[in-house]
Protein backbone atom coordinates (compact mmCIF):
# COMPACT_ATOMS: atom_id res chain seq x y z
CA UNK A 1 0.00 0.00 0.00
CA UNK A 2 2.90 2.55 0.90
CA UNK A 3 4.85 2.64 -2.57
CA UNK A 4 4.18 5.05 -5.54
CA UNK A 5 1.50 3.96 -8.97
CA UNK A 6 2.79 5.70 -12.01
CA UNK A 7 0.08 5.28 -14.14
CA UNK A 8 1.09 6.51 -18.09
CA UNK A 9 -1.77 8.18 -19.78
CA UNK A 10 -4.49 10.48 -18.93
CA UNK A 11 -7.87 9.27 -20.45
CA UNK A 12 -10.57 7.51 -19.15
CA UNK A 13 -8.74 4.15 -18.21
CA UNK A 14 -6.39 6.54 -15.71
CA UNK A 15 -9.39 8.12 -14.15
CA UNK A 16 -11.31 5.02 -13.77
CA UNK A 17 -8.31 3.18 -12.23
CA UNK A 18 -7.63 5.84 -10.10
CA UNK A 19 -10.91 6.69 -8.44
CA UNK A 20 -11.59 3.23 -7.90
CA UNK A 21 -8.47 3.13 -6.22
CA UNK A 22 -9.19 5.91 -3.61
CA UNK A 23 -12.98 4.29 -3.06
CA UNK A 24 -11.34 1.18 -2.27
CA UNK A 25 -9.71 3.15 0.61
CA UNK A 26 -6.49 2.04 -1.16
CA UNK A 27 -3.96 5.38 0.30
CA UNK A 28 -0.87 4.40 -1.54
CA UNK A 29 0.57 7.61 -3.26
CA UNK A 30 0.14 8.32 -7.05
CA UNK A 31 0.69 10.23 -10.07
CA UNK A 32 -1.17 10.51 -13.00
CA UNK A 33 1.72 11.81 -16.23
CA UNK A 34 -0.85 13.29 -19.04
CA UNK A 35 0.52 13.91 -22.47
CA UNK A 36 -2.62 16.24 -22.71
CA UNK A 37 -3.05 19.75 -21.12
CA UNK A 38 -6.71 18.85 -19.82
CA UNK A 39 -7.70 16.45 -17.07
CA UNK A 40 -9.03 13.32 -17.99
CA UNK A 41 -12.80 13.97 -19.72
CA UNK A 42 -15.22 11.95 -21.36
CA UNK A 43 -14.30 10.99 -25.55
CA UNK A 44 -17.15 9.28 -26.48
CA UNK A 45 -19.28 12.71 -26.68
CA UNK A 46 -15.55 14.66 -28.96
CA UNK A 47 -17.42 12.96 -32.32
CA UNK A 48 -21.01 13.54 -31.22
CA UNK A 49 -22.19 16.25 -29.16
CA UNK A 50 -19.21 17.98 -28.76
CA UNK A 51 -18.48 18.43 -32.49
CA UNK A 52 -22.43 19.57 -32.11
CA UNK A 53 -21.22 22.24 -29.90
CA UNK A 54 -24.10 21.04 -27.48
CA UNK A 55 -21.27 20.00 -24.77
CA UNK A 56 -18.37 22.01 -23.53
CA UNK A 57 -15.21 20.54 -22.47
CA UNK A 58 -15.66 21.69 -18.60
CA UNK A 59 -18.96 19.13 -18.68
CA UNK A 60 -16.93 15.94 -20.04
CA UNK A 61 -13.91 16.45 -17.31
CA UNK A 62 -14.93 13.80 -15.09
CA UNK A 63 -13.57 15.84 -12.20
CA UNK A 64 -13.08 19.38 -11.26
CA UNK A 65 -9.20 20.03 -10.33
CA UNK A 66 -9.83 20.00 -7.12
CA UNK A 67 -10.62 16.18 -6.39
CA UNK A 68 -7.40 15.46 -7.29
CA UNK A 69 -5.91 17.12 -4.86
CA UNK A 70 -8.63 16.17 -2.33
CA UNK A 71 -7.42 12.13 -3.14
CA UNK A 72 -3.59 12.73 -3.22
CA UNK A 73 -3.26 12.07 -6.63
CA UNK A 74 -0.60 13.61 -8.29
CA UNK A 75 -1.32 14.84 -12.00
CA UNK A 76 1.03 16.04 -14.01
CA UNK A 77 -0.52 17.56 -17.56
CA UNK A 78 1.01 18.06 -20.97
CA UNK A 79 4.43 15.40 -19.64
CA UNK A 80 5.02 12.69 -21.07
CA UNK A 81 6.91 9.95 -20.29
CA UNK A 82 9.97 8.79 -22.01
CA UNK A 83 11.81 6.01 -20.59
CA UNK A 84 10.94 3.60 -17.93
CA UNK A 85 13.85 1.73 -16.32
CA UNK A 86 12.52 -1.82 -15.01
CA UNK A 87 15.42 -2.51 -12.59
CA UNK A 88 15.63 0.57 -10.49
CA UNK A 89 11.86 0.96 -11.03
CA UNK A 90 11.67 4.49 -12.47
CA UNK A 91 10.36 6.73 -15.31
CA UNK A 92 11.59 9.88 -16.82
CA UNK A 93 9.87 12.52 -17.71
CA UNK A 94 9.73 14.65 -20.41
CA UNK A 95 10.57 17.85 -18.29
CA UNK A 96 13.70 15.98 -17.49
CA UNK A 97 12.75 14.47 -14.15
CA UNK A 98 12.73 11.31 -12.60
CA UNK A 99 9.92 9.62 -10.88
CA UNK A 100 10.28 6.49 -8.77
CA UNK A 101 7.33 3.73 -8.81
CA UNK A 102 6.76 0.71 -6.99
CA UNK A 103 3.80 -0.28 -9.87
CA UNK A 104 3.60 1.06 -12.99
CA UNK A 105 0.23 0.95 -15.58
CA UNK A 106 -0.06 1.68 -18.96
CA UNK A 107 -3.30 3.51 -20.18
CA UNK A 108 -1.87 5.22 -23.10
CA UNK A 109 -4.47 4.35 -25.57
CA UNK A 110 -4.43 4.28 -29.10
CA UNK A 111 -3.40 6.90 -32.11
CA UNK A 112 -5.85 7.40 -35.09
CA UNK A 113 -4.46 5.86 -38.08
CA UNK A 114 -3.83 9.09 -40.59
CA UNK A 115 -3.63 9.09 -44.28
CA UNK A 116 0.57 9.29 -45.90
CA UNK A 117 1.19 12.58 -47.02
CA UNK A 118 1.86 10.54 -50.12
CA UNK A 119 -1.88 10.93 -51.02
CA UNK A 120 -2.40 14.08 -49.43
CA UNK A 121 -2.78 13.16 -45.40
CA UNK A 122 -0.78 16.46 -44.69
CA UNK A 123 -2.99 18.68 -46.48
CA UNK A 124 -5.11 21.42 -44.70
CA UNK A 125 -8.99 19.84 -44.03
CA UNK A 126 -7.73 16.57 -43.57
CA UNK A 127 -8.88 15.23 -39.79
CA UNK A 128 -9.35 13.00 -37.45
CA UNK A 129 -11.02 12.75 -34.16
CA UNK A 130 -9.43 11.91 -31.05
CA UNK A 131 -9.25 14.41 -28.85
CA UNK A 132 -10.79 17.96 -27.68
CA UNK A 133 -8.48 19.79 -29.79
CA UNK A 134 -9.38 17.24 -32.80
CA UNK A 135 -12.67 17.99 -32.55
CA UNK A 136 -12.26 21.65 -31.62
CA UNK A 137 -10.65 22.40 -34.98
CA UNK A 138 -13.28 20.11 -37.03
CA UNK A 139 -16.11 21.93 -35.44
CA UNK A 140 -14.84 24.89 -37.11
CA UNK A 141 -15.36 23.12 -40.46
CA UNK A 142 -19.33 22.01 -40.20
CA UNK A 143 -20.40 24.23 -42.08
CA UNK A 144 -24.20 23.88 -44.15
CA UNK A 145 -23.17 23.40 -47.95
CA UNK A 146 -19.92 22.56 -47.28
CA UNK A 147 -18.39 19.00 -48.74
CA UNK A 148 -17.32 16.48 -46.71
CA UNK A 149 -15.81 12.73 -47.50
CA UNK A 150 -15.60 10.57 -44.48
CA UNK A 151 -12.94 7.95 -45.26
CA UNK A 152 -13.73 4.76 -43.23
CA UNK A 153 -17.31 3.48 -42.61
CA UNK A 154 -16.35 2.44 -39.04
CA UNK A 155 -18.23 3.82 -35.99
CA UNK A 156 -16.33 6.50 -35.76
CA UNK A 157 -16.19 7.43 -39.44
CA UNK A 158 -20.47 6.93 -39.75
CA UNK A 159 -20.54 9.36 -36.05
CA UNK A 160 -18.95 11.85 -37.72
CA UNK A 161 -20.92 11.49 -40.80
CA UNK A 162 -23.75 12.01 -38.81
CA UNK A 163 -22.47 14.97 -37.49
CA UNK A 164 -22.01 16.43 -40.59
CA UNK A 165 -24.88 15.73 -42.25
CA UNK A 166 -26.84 17.25 -39.65
CA UNK A 167 -24.96 20.51 -39.85
CA UNK A 168 -26.32 20.56 -43.20
CA UNK A 169 -22.89 19.33 -45.43
CA UNK A 170 -23.42 16.96 -48.36
CA UNK A 171 -21.31 13.99 -47.06
CA UNK A 172 -20.10 10.98 -48.80
CA UNK A 173 -18.16 8.05 -47.37
CA UNK A 174 -15.65 5.66 -48.77
CA UNK A 175 -15.35 2.38 -47.64
CA UNK A 176 -12.55 -0.15 -49.09
CA UNK A 177 -14.11 -3.32 -47.72
CA UNK A 178 -17.42 -4.88 -49.12
CA UNK A 179 -19.41 -2.65 -46.64
CA UNK A 180 -19.20 -0.54 -43.87
CA UNK A 181 -19.10 -1.89 -40.54
CA UNK A 182 -17.52 -5.19 -41.88
CA UNK A 183 -14.61 -5.81 -39.14
CA UNK A 184 -16.94 -5.20 -36.29
CA UNK A 185 -21.09 -6.00 -37.36
CA UNK A 186 -23.44 -8.66 -39.42
CA UNK A 187 -23.98 -8.05 -42.83
CA UNK A 188 -27.47 -7.46 -41.25
CA UNK A 189 -26.22 -4.24 -39.14
CA UNK A 190 -24.44 -3.28 -41.88
CA UNK A 191 -27.34 -3.22 -44.32
CA UNK A 192 -29.61 -1.36 -41.39
CA UNK A 193 -27.03 1.34 -40.95
CA UNK A 194 -26.20 2.14 -44.29
CA UNK A 195 -30.19 2.64 -44.63
CA UNK A 196 -30.48 4.80 -42.30
CA UNK A 197 -27.54 7.31 -43.63
CA UNK A 198 -28.71 6.69 -47.10
CA UNK A 199 -32.11 8.02 -46.04
CA UNK A 200 -30.69 11.31 -44.99
CA UNK A 201 -28.87 12.12 -48.14
CA UNK A 202 -25.30 10.17 -47.40
CA UNK A 203 -23.84 9.06 -50.26
CA UNK A 204 -22.25 5.98 -49.30
CA UNK A 205 -19.75 3.99 -51.70
CA UNK A 206 -18.93 0.19 -50.43
CA UNK A 207 -15.84 -1.19 -52.04
CA UNK A 208 -14.24 2.40 -52.72
CA UNK A 209 -10.62 3.08 -51.69
CA UNK A 210 -9.03 6.55 -51.95
CA UNK A 211 -6.42 6.92 -54.58
CA UNK A 212 -5.41 10.38 -53.34
CA UNK A 213 -6.22 13.49 -52.22
CA UNK A 214 -5.76 16.93 -54.37
CA UNK A 215 -4.98 20.21 -52.91
CA UNK A 216 -5.01 23.77 -53.94
CA UNK A 217 -2.22 25.81 -51.70
CA UNK A 218 -1.85 23.62 -49.09
CA UNK A 219 -5.74 22.95 -48.73
CA UNK A 220 -7.61 19.85 -49.86
CA UNK A 221 -10.25 20.79 -52.74
CA UNK A 222 -10.76 17.47 -54.27
CA UNK A 223 -10.43 13.44 -53.97
CA UNK A 224 -9.51 11.27 -56.88
CA UNK A 225 -11.69 7.42 -55.89
CA UNK A 226 -10.03 3.92 -56.70
CA UNK A 227 -11.89 4.19 -59.83
CA UNK A 228 -11.06 7.04 -61.31
CA UNK A 229 -13.48 9.29 -60.28
CA UNK A 230 -13.13 12.79 -58.86
CA UNK A 231 -15.43 14.41 -56.30
CA UNK A 232 -15.07 17.86 -54.77
CA UNK A 233 -14.92 18.23 -51.23
CA UNK A 234 -13.57 20.95 -48.67
CA UNK A 235 -13.26 18.92 -45.54
CA UNK A 236 -12.07 15.18 -45.62
CA UNK A 237 -12.76 13.23 -42.44
CA UNK A 238 -10.46 10.00 -41.50
CA UNK A 239 -11.72 7.35 -39.46
CA UNK A 240 -9.03 4.01 -40.07
CA UNK A 241 -9.07 2.59 -37.44
CA UNK A 242 -6.23 3.38 -34.44
CA UNK A 243 -3.33 1.78 -33.37
CA UNK A 244 -2.10 0.58 -29.87
CA UNK A 245 0.53 3.48 -28.06
CA UNK A 246 2.89 0.44 -27.14
CA UNK A 247 6.11 2.08 -28.49
CA UNK A 248 7.02 3.38 -24.94
CA UNK A 249 6.48 -0.26 -23.55
CA UNK A 250 7.60 -2.37 -26.39
CA UNK A 251 10.75 0.22 -25.66
CA UNK A 252 11.00 -0.97 -21.80
CA UNK A 253 10.94 -4.87 -22.70
CA UNK A 254 7.66 -5.82 -22.27
CA UNK A 255 6.12 -7.86 -24.32
CA UNK A 256 3.63 -6.53 -27.51
CA UNK A 257 1.72 -7.46 -30.54
CA UNK A 258 -0.16 -4.00 -31.44
CA UNK A 259 -0.80 -3.75 -28.12
CA UNK A 260 0.90 -4.28 -24.38
CA UNK A 261 0.22 -8.34 -23.74
CA UNK A 262 -1.81 -8.90 -20.45
CA UNK A 263 -2.98 -11.65 -18.51
CA UNK A 264 -6.11 -12.25 -16.80
CA UNK A 265 -5.48 -10.02 -14.27
CA UNK A 266 -3.59 -6.90 -16.46
CA UNK A 267 -0.59 -7.48 -15.41
CA UNK A 268 2.23 -7.66 -18.61
CA UNK A 269 5.35 -9.55 -18.79
CA UNK A 270 6.72 -7.20 -15.47
CA UNK A 271 4.96 -8.15 -12.27
CA UNK A 272 5.16 -4.79 -11.38
CA UNK A 273 3.43 -3.26 -14.91
CA UNK A 274 0.02 -3.21 -15.88
CA UNK A 275 -1.93 -1.94 -18.97
CA UNK A 276 -5.59 -1.54 -19.59
CA UNK A 277 -7.86 -0.29 -22.17
CA UNK A 278 -7.06 0.40 -25.95
CA UNK A 279 -3.47 0.20 -25.24
CA UNK A 280 -3.90 -3.61 -23.96
CA UNK A 281 -4.26 -7.07 -25.54
CA UNK A 282 -6.26 -9.62 -23.40
CA UNK A 283 -7.35 -13.24 -23.04
CA UNK A 284 -10.56 -14.10 -23.73
CA UNK A 285 -12.17 -17.19 -24.45
CA UNK A 286 -9.11 -18.80 -25.93
CA UNK A 287 -8.44 -15.40 -27.75
CA UNK A 288 -6.22 -12.17 -27.11
CA UNK A 289 -7.99 -9.74 -28.35
CA UNK A 290 -7.97 -5.19 -28.18
CA UNK A 291 -11.36 -4.44 -27.12
CA UNK A 292 -11.59 -0.77 -28.40
CA UNK A 293 -14.44 0.73 -25.97
CA UNK A 294 -15.15 3.11 -23.65
CA UNK A 295 -16.65 0.32 -21.59
CA UNK A 296 -14.14 -1.59 -21.69
CA UNK A 297 -11.49 0.50 -21.13
CA UNK A 298 -13.19 1.57 -17.64
CA UNK A 299 -14.24 -2.03 -16.75
CA UNK A 300 -10.31 -3.29 -17.06
CA UNK A 301 -8.94 -0.36 -15.26
CA UNK A 302 -11.91 -0.52 -11.95
CA UNK A 303 -10.86 -4.71 -11.88
CA UNK A 304 -7.04 -3.52 -12.17
CA UNK A 305 -7.76 -1.00 -9.15
CA UNK A 306 -9.44 -3.95 -7.48
CA UNK A 307 -6.56 -6.04 -7.26
CA UNK A 308 -3.98 -3.57 -6.19
CA UNK A 309 -6.11 -3.12 -3.30
CA UNK A 310 -5.95 -6.74 -2.30
CA UNK A 311 -8.50 -8.51 -4.78
CA UNK A 312 -7.50 -11.71 -6.77
CA UNK A 313 -10.32 -12.05 -8.94
CA UNK A 314 -9.68 -11.97 -12.80
CA UNK A 315 -10.87 -9.53 -15.39
CA UNK A 316 -13.39 -11.53 -17.22
CA UNK A 317 -15.04 -8.96 -19.93
CA UNK A 318 -18.48 -8.87 -20.61
CA UNK A 319 -18.37 -6.28 -23.75
CA UNK A 320 -20.71 -4.05 -24.31
CA UNK A 321 -20.53 -0.73 -27.10
CA UNK A 322 -22.83 1.83 -28.25
CA UNK A 323 -22.88 4.40 -31.14
CA UNK A 324 -25.19 7.33 -31.34
CA UNK A 325 -26.22 8.33 -35.06
CA UNK A 326 -28.99 10.94 -35.59
CA UNK A 327 -31.87 10.67 -33.22
CA UNK A 328 -30.66 5.99 -33.72
CA UNK A 329 -28.89 5.07 -30.58
CA UNK A 330 -27.02 1.11 -31.84
CA UNK A 331 -26.44 -0.84 -28.46
CA UNK A 332 -24.48 -4.07 -28.41
CA UNK A 333 -23.40 -6.65 -25.87
CA UNK A 334 -21.39 -9.38 -26.66
CA UNK A 335 -18.95 -9.51 -29.09
CA UNK A 336 -19.90 -11.33 -32.40
CA UNK A 337 -16.22 -11.99 -33.28
CA UNK A 338 -16.40 -15.58 -36.17
CA UNK A 339 -20.43 -15.74 -36.05
CA UNK A 340 -21.62 -18.19 -38.01
CA UNK A 341 -25.67 -17.09 -38.25
CA UNK A 342 -27.60 -14.28 -37.38
CA UNK A 343 -31.76 -13.22 -36.80
CA UNK A 344 -33.22 -9.94 -37.44
CA UNK A 345 -35.90 -9.18 -35.40
CA UNK A 346 -38.36 -6.25 -35.51
CA UNK A 347 -38.70 -4.45 -32.19
CA UNK A 348 -42.10 -3.03 -31.13
CA UNK A 349 -41.63 0.58 -32.22
CA UNK A 350 -41.24 2.00 -35.52
CA UNK A 351 -37.76 1.93 -36.76
CA UNK A 352 -36.27 -0.51 -33.63
CA UNK A 353 -34.87 -3.71 -34.69
CA UNK A 354 -32.50 -6.34 -33.09
CA UNK A 355 -30.08 -8.23 -34.43
CA UNK A 356 -28.63 -11.41 -32.93
CA UNK A 357 -25.46 -13.45 -33.31
CA UNK A 358 -24.97 -17.05 -32.73
CA UNK A 359 -21.38 -18.98 -33.09
CA UNK A 360 -21.72 -22.91 -33.63
CA UNK A 361 -25.54 -22.61 -31.75
CA UNK A 362 -24.45 -20.23 -28.93
CA UNK A 363 -26.06 -17.22 -28.48
CA UNK A 364 -22.67 -14.35 -28.58
CA UNK A 365 -24.01 -10.89 -29.07
CA UNK A 366 -26.80 -8.60 -29.88
CA UNK A 367 -27.09 -5.18 -31.81
CA UNK A 368 -30.06 -3.50 -30.89
CA UNK A 369 -31.08 0.02 -33.10
CA UNK A 370 -33.61 1.75 -31.23
CA UNK A 371 -34.72 -1.28 -29.02
CA UNK A 372 -33.49 -0.74 -25.41
CA UNK A 373 -35.61 -3.69 -24.52
CA UNK A 374 -34.11 -6.16 -26.59
CA UNK A 375 -30.43 -4.93 -26.14
CA UNK A 376 -30.80 -4.99 -21.96
CA UNK A 377 -32.61 -8.56 -22.43
CA UNK A 378 -29.72 -10.16 -24.67
CA UNK A 379 -27.42 -8.59 -22.11
CA UNK A 380 -28.72 -10.65 -19.37
CA UNK A 381 -29.09 -13.95 -21.60
CA UNK A 382 -25.32 -13.40 -22.05
CA UNK A 383 -24.32 -12.99 -18.32
CA UNK A 384 -26.63 -15.67 -17.87
CA UNK A 385 -25.16 -17.96 -20.71
CA UNK A 386 -28.77 -18.17 -21.75
CA UNK A 387 -28.94 -18.99 -25.86
CA UNK A 388 -33.08 -18.44 -26.15
CA UNK A 389 -34.75 -21.03 -28.26
CA UNK A 390 -34.56 -19.50 -31.78
CA UNK A 391 -38.06 -19.77 -32.76
CA UNK A 392 -39.23 -18.36 -29.95
CA UNK A 393 -36.51 -15.78 -30.85
CA UNK A 394 -37.80 -15.49 -34.06
CA UNK A 395 -41.45 -14.97 -33.46
CA UNK A 396 -41.75 -11.06 -32.82
CA UNK A 397 -45.04 -11.46 -30.78
CA UNK A 398 -42.66 -13.61 -28.48
CA UNK A 399 -42.40 -11.22 -25.08
CA UNK A 400 -38.80 -10.75 -24.58
CA UNK A 401 -38.52 -11.84 -20.90
CA UNK A 402 -39.72 -14.97 -21.32
CA UNK A 403 -36.34 -15.60 -23.08
CA UNK A 404 -34.62 -15.31 -19.88
CA UNK A 405 -37.05 -18.25 -17.76
Known sequence: MSGRLVVVGGGQAAFALVAKLRALKDERPV???????????????????????????????????????????????????????RGPKHVTLSDGSVLGYETLAFATGATPRRLPASVGGDLAGVYVVRD???????????????????????????????????CGMDVTVIEMADRILQRVASAATSAIVRGIHRSRGVDIREGMGLHRLIGDNGRVTAAELADGSTIAVDVVIVGI????????????????ANGIIVDSHGRTSDPAIFAMGDCAVLPWQGMRIR??????????????????????EPYDPKPWFWSDQ???????????????????????????????????????AVDAINDAKAYVTGKKLLEAGITPDRAKLADPDTDLKSLLA
Open 31 to 85: TIVASEESLPYQRPPLSKKYLLREMTLDRLLYRPEAWYSEHDIDIRLSTTVTRID
Open 132 to 166: FKDADLLAEEMQPGRRALVVGGGYIGLEAAAVART
Open 241 to 256: GIIANDALAHEAGLET
Open 291 to 312: LESVQNAVDQAEAIAAILAGSS
Open 326 to 364: YDVKLQIAGFGLGHDETLVRPGQREGSVSVWYFRQGKFV
